[in-house]
Nanobody
Framework: QVQLVESGGGLVQTGGSLRLSCAASGRTFLIYHMGWFRQAPGKERESVAAIRWSGGSAYYADSVKGRFTISRDNAKNTMYLEMNSLKPEDTAVYFC????????????????????WGQGTQVTVSS
């Protein structure tokens, strides 16, 4: 229903910055919220940030608060993740996600709230 394509990953030094983009296509009018998850080798997938498509309320994992900023451009059906002050522990594959269902009590940082996933983009932070 909704297709997602990430871009913007790469190699950066500790303290550097990267900007990830996620372009949505297909039935984008169904999107209620979008977000980013990441998974490092040998580690569990974890939430990074999420944003409500209408209104733009943002939610962040504690590990990235104050360093990462999530935003969206509704007209372009594109979401962004501005990552600053990057650390080696931020190294992971970052996945863009979209959710098409919302209800009272939705946990926007839970993977179960999303039914569309991108292929992922690698972010590597060298020490």
């Amino acid at each position: 229903q909704v297709q997602l394509v990430e871009s913007g990953g790469g190699l950066v030094q500790t303290g550097g910055s990267l900007r990830l983009s996620c372009a949505a296509s297909g039935r984008t009018f169904l999107i209620y919220h979008m977000g980013w998850f990441r998974q490092a080798p040998g580690k569990e997938r974890e939430s990074v940030a999420a944003i409500r498509w209408s209104g733009g309320s943002a939610y962040y994992a504690d590990s990235v608060k104050g360093r990462f900023t999530i935003s969206r451009d509704n007209a372009k059906n594109t979401m962004y993740l501005e990552m600053n002050s990057l650390k080696p522990e931020d190294t992971a594959v970052y996945f863009c996600v979209a959710g098409t269902t919302v209800y009272r009590g939705t946990n926007y940082l839970s993977p179960g709230e999303y039914n569309s996933w991108g292929q992922g983009t690698q972010v590597t932070v060298s020490s």
